[in-house]
T-cell receptor, first 108, second 116 residues
Framework: DAKTTQPNSMESNEEEPVHLPCNHSTISGTDYIHWYRQLPSQGPEYVIHGLTSNVNNRMASLAIAEDRKSSTLILHRATLRDAAVYYCILRNRRQFYFGTGTSLTVIP | DTGVSQNPRHKITKRGQNVTFRCDPISEHNRLYWYRQTLGQGPEFLTYFQNEAQLEKSRLLSDRFSAERPKGSFSTLEIQRTEQGDSAMYLC??????????????FGQGTRLTVV
């Protein structure tokens, strides 16, 4: 199974940028990199995804390394509502491979 | 469409009993996934359906677990002879056929199972 490695926890001050790293050295050529976040007692919520190029949407940006073995989720201005567990996921045609996630704490 | 719906939201059962959970995916989503999540862990893949066909099953899906998706619409996950180790959140997700892994998947709120 393809695996991702993330720090267990990170902290950020409110309204500052946050960079959440992820390593996925066993990624295959057809795996897409997805990021989801999860609040307590909720299902995971989609944040962003990409294959090779950097991606931007209204929630975040995704920076993908040239060799695709790592990626970084960027929240441009952290808010208290961004406090959650963030999962870096490799997705192939049949499965999502979740890691253990990074618990983000946003400090007011 | 209000998203992926899972019922019940909570289930408490005695060890040895059978339980069944239901997942209603977003209309016209061909792909449906079941995951299990224990406290403090990321979701673990259980099984994947494309329409009514069950195309992938995890080793985690023991003989006591069975999933169906008749007619390619809603899906059920049944656990027979429940054990305390089955206590977890069971998550369902769906995504459209077109685009495969290049699409967003939508997760339900989950069913929290407690086996006492």
């Amino acid at each position: 199974d393809a695996k991702t490695t993330q720090p267990n926890s990170m902290e950020s001050n409110e309204e500052e940028p946050v960079h959440l790293p992820c390593n996925h050295s066993t990624i295959s050529g057809t795996d897409y990199i997805h990021w989801y976040r999860q609040l307590p007692s909720q299902g995971p919520e989609y944040v962003i995804h990409g294959l090779t190029s950097n991606v931007n949407n209204r929630m975040a940006s995704l920076a993908i390394a040239e060799d695709r073995k790592s990626s970084t989720l960027i929240l441009h201005r952290a808010t208290l509502r961004d406090a959650a567990v963030y999962y870096c996921i490799l997705r192939n045609r049949r499965q999502f491979y979740f890691g253990t996630g990074t618990s983000l704490t946003v400090i007011p | 469409d209000t998203g992926v719906s899972q019922n019940p939201r909570h289930k408490i059962t005695k060890r040895g009993q059978n339980v069944t959970f239901r997942c209603d995916p977003i209309s016209e989503h061909n792909r449906l996934y079941w995951y299990r999540q224990t406290l403090g862990q990321g979701p673990e893949f259980l099984t994947y359906f494309q329409n009514e066909a069950q195309l992938e099953k995890s080793r985690l899906l023991s003989d006591r677990f069975s999933a169906e998706r008749p007619k390619g619409s809603f899906s059920t996950l049944e656990i027979q002879r429940t054990e305390q180790g089955d206590s977890a959140m069971y998550l369902c997700a769906s995504s459209p056929q077109q685009g495969a892994q290049n699409t967003e998947a939508f997760f339900g709120q989950g069913t929290r199972l407690t086996v006492v």
